[in-house]
C-alpha cells in the first residue's frame, strides 16, 4: 500500500513535470479585436491563502472593486470577467497559474502580490503576449532580465525600493540634516537594499554618513548598538526595515535619550508600530509609503467608503495599489480596443491618474512618480509631502 | 568609561536573561542527560502566559509572574511525563529528536491559536523610571531584571544544596539506579527538576516580554539556543556555570556591538561555542561532578 502510494506520487508529479513543461515553452495566444460590448477576461492571479495571505486578500478585493465599479458605470465599453484564482503564496504556484490564466484567454494578469511571486509569473507573460501588471513589485531592478532589459510585457504600479531610499535621503537633506546613521537589518535584501541607496544617494546631496550598525530580523535587545550610537554625532537616524524591529528600535532609542530625527521606509508603515514603540516616542518620526489616508483626496475618500461598504473593512496600501492597477488595466483596455501587442503598446504609453498619484512609465517598466514621506506625531500620520526621488 | 559602563548594564540585563534559561538546560541535562530543545518554547509560553494574565484577566505584574512560573513549571512536568519519561532508557539521540518535535508542537500551537503576529503588553504595566548615575542610565525594569534572576539563583541553590529533594536530584544526577536502591522516588526527583527549570524559564519570558515589550511564537528560538550554549560554556550540569556563562555571553555579546561591529554579535555567540568544544569540552567549570544536578 505504501508503495503504490509512492508510486502514484512519483508518476503523477511526473506527468505534472511533463505538464508543465510543454506548456512552458507554448506559443502567443491570438490578439483579439474587440468591439463595444465585449465581455473580457482579466486573470486575478493572489496569494489567497499561504503565508502573505493578508497582502493577497486585500489586493484581491481592490481588484474585485475595481472591476465591479467599472461594470457598472454608464460608459464602459467592455463586460469584464474577472476569474481569480489562489497561487497559495508559491512562486511555483504562481507560474502554474499564470500559465493557466493565460491559457484561458485572459487580456492581462493583474498580480501576483509579492516581488518573488510575480517575477516568476513574467516569462509567461512574454511567451503568450498577456500583460501583467504587478501592483507591489518593489525589488530592485525587479522587472528587468538577466541582459537588463526589462521583461516586454510586465509592468509595476507601485515605486521601487532603491526610489524610496533616495527620496528619503533628499527628504533628510531638505530638513537641514547632514549626518547621518543608518541602522539596518543584515539579514533582510528589502532592508539591505535601502540602506546602501539611502548612503549613496545622502552622500551625493553632500551629507555624510558617520557610522552604519546592523541588526537581525527577530532581534528585541538593540540597547547595545544604541547605546553606541548615542555617544556619536549625528543629527538624522535612518532604520530600514520593518516594523516589528524599528517599533522596538525606537522605544529603545528614545528611551536610551537618542532624540535626534528617525527616518524609516515603508516597512514602518503598521498599526503595530505605535504598539511596539509608544506612543509617546513616536515623535519626529518619518517614513516613505506610497499611501496615506491623512489630507486624502476626493476621489481616494470615496474609494475609502465604496471599500468599507463593500467589504466592512479598512482599505491598506495593498488594495489601494490592486485598485490602480486595474484601473490603469482597465484604461489601457479600453485605449487599444484590442489585447495582446496593442494592449502592451497602450500600457506602456499610458498617462494615468490613480489614487497614488500620476504616472507614466519609465524603461525599466516602473511608474515615474513621486514618494509620500509621512510625519509620525504622537503614533499619529500627519503632515504627508510629496519628495522626488531623483532631485539633485 | 561612561560608554563602558553603559555597555555592561546592557550586557548584564540580557545576560541575566540568558542565564535564567541557560540554568533549565543544565538542570535537565544534569539529572537526565538530555538536551531540553524544548525549553526555549517554555520560555515563549511564559511570556505568552503573562500577556494573556495581564491583558484580559488585568493582573498585575507580580501576579502574572507568578502565575507564568507556576504554569510553566506544571507544563514542564507534563512535557517530561508525556515525551521525555517513555523515552528514559532508549538512545539519547531518541529523546533528542523528540526535544525538537516538542519544541515544534509548542511553538506552532501557539502560532495556530494566537496568530503569528507579535504582541504587546499594556503600557502601565510596570513603572519604568531611568536614573543616571553620573551618565550612566538603568531603568526600573533592568533592576528589576537584576533583582528577580539574583533571588531566584539564591534560592535556587538553597533548594539543590539545602533540601531533601536538592540531595536526592544530586543523588540521582549521579547514579539513577543508585538512588533508587536508597529509597529515593527517581520519577519524582525527575519531574521536580523539570519544574524549576520551567519555572525558571517561564520568569524569563515575562521579565523579556515585560522589558522589549513584544512577544511572539517563534521568540524562544535565538535566546534558547544562546542559552544553551551559556550552559556549554559554563559545563552543561553545572548550575553555578550556567549562571556565569548566561552573563559572559550576554556581556560579550553587547561589547561585540559596542566595540566591534554589529554585524557579528550573533557570530561571536557560535565562535565561543565553537572555541569551548574545542579547548575545554567541559566547559569553565565542568569537571565540577560533585555539585553536578
Same mark, same amino acid.
Given at each position: 500500500?505504501?508503495?503504490?502510494?509512492?508510486?502514484? #506520487?512519483?508518476?503523477?508529479?511526473?506527468?505534472?513535470?511533463?505538464?508543465?513543461?510543454?506548456?512552458?515553452?507554448?506559443?502567443?495566444?491570438?490578439? &483579439?479585436? $474587440?468591439?463595444?460590448?465585449?465581455?473580457?477576461?482579466?486573470?486575478?492571479?493572489?496569494?489567497?491563502?499561504?503565508?502573505?495571505?493578508?497582502?493577497?486578500?486585500?489586493?484581491?478585493?481592490?481588484?474585485?472593486?475595481?472591476?465591479?465599479?467599472?461594470?457598472?458605470?454608464?460608459?464602459?465599453?467592455?463586460?469584464?470577467?474577472?476569474?481569480?484564482?489562489?497561487?497559495?503564496?508559491?512562486? =511555483?504556484?504562481?507560474?502554474?497559474?499564470?500559465?493557466?490564466?493565460?491559457?484561458?484567454?485572459?487580456?492581462?494578469?493583474?498580480?501576483?502580490?509579492?516581488?518573488?511571486?510575480?517575477?516568476?509569473?513574467? /516569462?509567461?507573460?512574454?511567451?503568450?503576449?498577456?500583460?501583467?501588471?504587478?501592483? +507591489?513589485?518593489?525589488?530592485?531592478?525587479?522587472?528587468? *532580465?538577466?541582459?537588463?532589459? =526589462?521583461?516586454?510585457? !510586465?509592468?509595476?504600479?507601485?515605486?521601487?525600493?532603491?526610489?524610496?531610499?533616495?527620496?528619503?535621503?533628499?527628504?533628510?537633506?531638505?530638513?537641514?540634516?547632514? *549626518?547621518?546613521?543608518?541602522?539596518?537589518? =543584515?539579514?533582510?535584501?528589502?532592508?539591505?537594499?535601502?540602506?546602501?541607496?539611502?548612503?549613496?544617494?545622502?552622500?551625493?546631496?553632500?551629507?555624510?554618513?558617520?557610522?552604519?550598525?546592523?541588526?537581525?530580523?527577530?532581534?528585541?535587545?538593540?540597547? !547595545?548598538?544604541?547605546?553606541?550610537?548615542?555617544?556619536?554625532?549625528?543629527?538624522?537616524?535612518?532604520?530600514?526595515?520593518?516594523?516589528?524591529?524599528?517599533?522596538?528600535?525606537?522605544?529603545?532609542?528614545?528611551?536610551?535619550?537618542?532624540?535626534?530625527?528617525?527616518?524609516?521606509?515603508?516597512?514602518?508603515?503598521?498599526?503595530? $508600530?505605535?504598539?511596539?514603540?509608544?506612543?509617546?516616542? $513616536?515623535?519626529?518620526?518619518?517614513?516613505?509609503?506610497?499611501?496615506?489616508?491623512?489630507?486624502?483626496?476626493?476621489?481616494?475618500?470615496?474609494?475609502?467608503?465604496?471599500?468599507?461598504?463593500?467589504?466592512?473593512?479598512?482599505?491598506?496600501?495593498?488594495?489601494?495599489?490592486?485598485?490602480?492597477?486595474?484601473?490603469?488595466?482597465?484604461?489601457?483596455? %479600453?485605449?487599444?480596443?484590442?489585447?495582446?501587442?496593442?494592449?502592451?503598446?497602450?500600457?506602456?504609453?499610458?498617462?494615468?491618474?490613480?489614487?497614488?498619484?500620476?504616472?507614466?512609465?519609465?524603461?525599466?517598466?516602473? /511608474?515615474?512618480?513621486?514618494?509620500?514621506?509621512?510625519?509620525?506625531?504622537?503614533?499619529?500620520?500627519?503632515? /504627508?509631502?510629496?519628495?522626488?526621488?531623483?532631485?539633485? | 568609561?561612561?560608554?563602558?559602563?553603559?555597555?555592561?548594564?546592557?550586557?548584564?540585563?540580557?545576560?541575566?536573561?540568558?542565564?535564567?534559561?541557560?540554568?533549565?538546560?543544565?538542570?535537565?541535562?544534569?539529572?537526565?542527560?538530555?538536551?531540553?530543545?524544548?525549553? @526555549?518554547?517554555?520560555?515563549?509560553?511564559? =511570556?505568552? &502566559?503573562?500577556?494573556?494574565?495581564?491583558?484580559?484577566?488585568?493582573?498585575?505584574?507580580?501576579?502574572?509572574?507568578?502565575?507564568?512560573?507556576?504554569?510553566?513549571?506544571?507544563?514542564?512536568?507534563?512535557?517530561?511525563?508525556?515525551?521525555?519519561?517513555?523515552?528514559?532508557?532508549?538512545?539519547?539521540?531518541?529523546?533528542?529528536?523528540?526535544?525538537?518535535?516538542?519544541?515544534?508542537?509548542?511553538?506552532?500551537?501557539?502560532?495556530?491559536?494566537?496568530?503569528? %503576529?507579535?504582541?504587546?503588553?499594556?503600557?502601565?504595566?510596570?513603572?519604568?523610571?531611568?536614573?543616571?548615575?553620573?551618565?550612566?542610565?538603568?531603568?526600573?525594569?533592568?533592576?528589576?531584571?537584576?533583582?528577580?534572576?539574583?533571588?531566584?539563583?539564591?534560592?535556587?541553590?538553597?533548594?539543590?544544596? *539545602?533540601?531533601?529533594?536538592?540531595?536526592?536530584?544530586?543523588?540521582?544526577?549521579?547514579? %539513577?539506579?543508585?538512588?533508587? #536502591?536508597?529509597?529515593?522516588?527517581?520519577?519524582?526527583?525527575?519531574?521536580?527538576?523539570?519544574? #524549576?527549570?520551567?519555572?525558571?524559564?517561564?520568569?524569563?519570558?515575562?521579565?523579556?516580554?515585560?522589558?522589549?515589550?513584544?512577544?511572539?511564537? $517563534?521568540?524562544?528560538?535565538?535566546?534558547?539556543?544562546? !542559552?544553551?550554549?551559556?550552559?556549554?560554556?559554563? @559545563?552543561?550540569?553545572?548550575?553555578?556555570? +550556567?549562571?556565569?556563562?548566561?552573563?559572559?555571553?550576554?556581556?560579550?555579546?553587547?561589547?561585540?556591538?559596542?566595540? @566591534?561591529?554589529?554585524?557579528?554579535?550573533?557570530?561571536?555567540?557560535?565562535?565561543?561555542?565553537?572555541?569551548?568544544?574545542?579547548?575545554?569540552?567541559?566547559?569553565?567549570? @565542568?569537571?565540577?561532578? *560533585?555539585?553536578?544536578?
Amino acid at each position: 500500500m505504501k508503495g503504490n502510494f509512492w508510486k502514484v #506520487l512519483a508518476s503523477g508529479s511526473i506527468v505534472a513535470s511533463m505538464l508543465v513543461g510543454c506548456s512552458s515553452g507554448g506559443t502567443a495566444q491570438e490578439a &483579439v479585436k $474587440l468591439s463595444e460590448g465585449d465581455t473580457v477576461k482579466i486573470g486575478l492571479n493572489y496569494e489567497l491563502s499561504g503565508n502573505v495571505a493578508t497582502y493577497g486578500q486585500a489586493m484581491d478585493k481592490g481588484t474585485q472593486l475595481a472591476i465591479k465599479q467599472y461594470n457598472e458605470s454608464d460608459d464602459a465599453k467592455y463586460k469584464i470577467e474577472a476569474v481569480s484564482m489562489d497561487n497559495k503564496s508559491d512562486s =511555483a504556484e504562481a507560474t502554474s497559474i499564470a500559465e493557466k490564466l493565460m491559457g484561458e484567454g485572459v487580456a492581462m494578469q493583474i498580480g501576483p502580490a509579492t516581488s518573488g511571486d510575480s517575477i516568476a509569473t513574467y /516569462p509567461s507573460s512574454e511567451n503568450n503576449k498577456v500583460p501583467v501588471l504587478s501592483p +507591489a513589485v518593489t525589488q530592485n531592478g525587479g522587472m528587468l *532580465k538577466e541582459d537588463g532589459t =526589462a521583461y516586454e510585457y !510586465a509592468w509595476r504600479i507601485c515605486f521601487e525600493d532603491s526610489a524610496q531610499a533616495s527620496a528619503m535621503a533628499v527628504f533628510a537633506k531638505d530638513l537641514g540634516k547632514t *549626518k547621518a546613521v543608518v541602522y539596518s537589518d =543584515a539579514a533582510n535584501d528589502y532592508a539591505k537594499g535601502l540602506a546602501e541607496d539611502f548612503v549613496a544617494k545622502f552622500e551625493d546631496l553632500g551629507g555624510e554618513v558617520v557610522a552604519q550598525e546592523n541588526y537581525t530580523s527577530g532581534d528585541t535587545d538593540f540597547n !547595545a548598538a544604541l547605546s553606541k550610537i548615542k555617544e556619536l554625532d549625528f543629527d538624522v537616524l535612518y532604520v530600514p526595515g520593518y516594523y516589528n524591529e524599528s517599533g522596538l528600535i525606537i522605544k529603545q532609542a528614545r528611551e536610551a535619550g537618542i532624540t535626534q530625527t528617525i527616518l524609516g521606509p515603508d516597512g514602518m508603515d503598521s498599526p503595530k $508600530l505605535a504598539e511596539l514603540a509608544g506612543k509617546e516616542n $513616536l515623535n519626529d518620526v518619518y517614513f516613505t509609503t506610497a499611501y496615506t489616508t491623512v489630507d486624502a483626496s476626493d476621489e481616494l475618500t470615496s474609494f475609502i467608503e465604496a471599500y468599507k461598504a463593500e467589504y466592512d473593512e479598512e482599505p491598506d496600501m495593498f488594495s489601494v495599489l490592486a485598485y490602480d492597477a486595474t484601473n490603469l488595466g482597465l484604461q489601457a483596455l %479600453e485605449e487599444a480596443g484590442e489585447t495582446g501587442e496593442a494592449l502592451n503598446e497602450a500600457i506602456k504609453n499610458i498617462e494615468f491618474t490613480g489614487l497614488t498619484g500620476s504616472f507614466t512609465f519609465d524603461e525599466e517598466h516602473t /511608474p515615474l512618480k513621486k514618494v509620500l514621506v509621512v510625519e509620525l506625531e504622537n503614533g499619529v500620520q500627519v503632515n /504627508p509631502v510629496e519628495v522626488d526621488p531623483n532631485a539633485e | 568609561m561612561i560608554q563602558f559602563l553603559q555597555q555592561m548594564i546592557n550586557g548584564l540585563s540580557l545576560g541575566s536573561i540568558y542565564a535564567l534559561i541557560a540554568l533549565g538546560y543544565t538542570m535537565v541535562y544534569g539529572i537526565i542527560k538530555l538536551i531540553n530543545f524544548a525549553h @526555549g518554547d517554555v520560555y515563549m509560553l511564559g =511570556a505568552f &502566559v503573562a500577556f494573556y494574565a495581564t491583558t484580559f484577566f488585568h493582573l498585575n505584574f507580580f501576579v502574572a509572574l507568578v502565575v507564568a512560573m507556576v504554569l510553566c513549571g506544571v507544563l514542564g512536568v507534563v512535557i517530561e511525563r508525556i515525551a521525555y519519561k517513555p523515552l528514559r532508557h532508549a538512545t539519547r539521540i531518541t529523546a533528542l529528536i523528540t526535544a525538537m518535535g516538542v519544541s515544534y508542537v509548542l511553538e506552532y500551537t501557539t502560532q495556530y491559536f494566537a496568530g503569528s %503576529e507579535v504582541k504587546t503588553f499594556p503600557t502601565d504595566l510596570l513603572d519604568n523610571t531611568a536614573f543616571s548615575f553620573g551618565g550612566v542610565r538603568i531603568t526600573m525594569m533592568q533592576i528589576y531584571i537584576f533583582v528577580i534572576t539574583i533571588v531566584l539563583m539564591i534560592i535556587l541553590t538553597y533548594i539543590v544544596n *539545602k533540601t531533601k529533594m536538592g540531595r536526592a536530584m544530586r543523588a540521582v544526577s549521579v547514579d %539513577e539506579d543508585a538512588a533508587k #536502591l536508597m529509597g529515593i522516588n527517581v520519577d519524582t526527583t525527575i519531574s521536580f527538576t523539570f519544574f #524549576l527549570g520551567s519555572c525558571l524559564a517561564g520568569v524569563a519570558g515575562v521579565l523579556v516580554g515585560v522589558y522589549y515589550n513584544s512577544i511572539n511564537p $517563534l521568540m524562544g528560538m535565538t535566546p534558547g539556543l544562546k !542559552a544553551f550554549i551559556a550552559a556549554v560554556f559554563g @559545563g552543561i550540569g553545572n548550575i553555578p556555570g +550556567a549562571m556565569i556563562g548566561g552573563l559572559f555571553i550576554g556581556i560579550a555579546e553587547t561589547l561585540v556591538t559596542a566595540y @566591534g561591529s554589529s554585524l557579528y554579535k550573533d557570530a561571536i555567540v557560535y565562535v565561543i561555542l565553537i572555541l569551548v568544544l574545542i579547548l575545554k569540552p567541559d566547559g569553565l567549570l @565542568g569537571k565540577n561532578v *560533585k555539585e553536578k544536578v
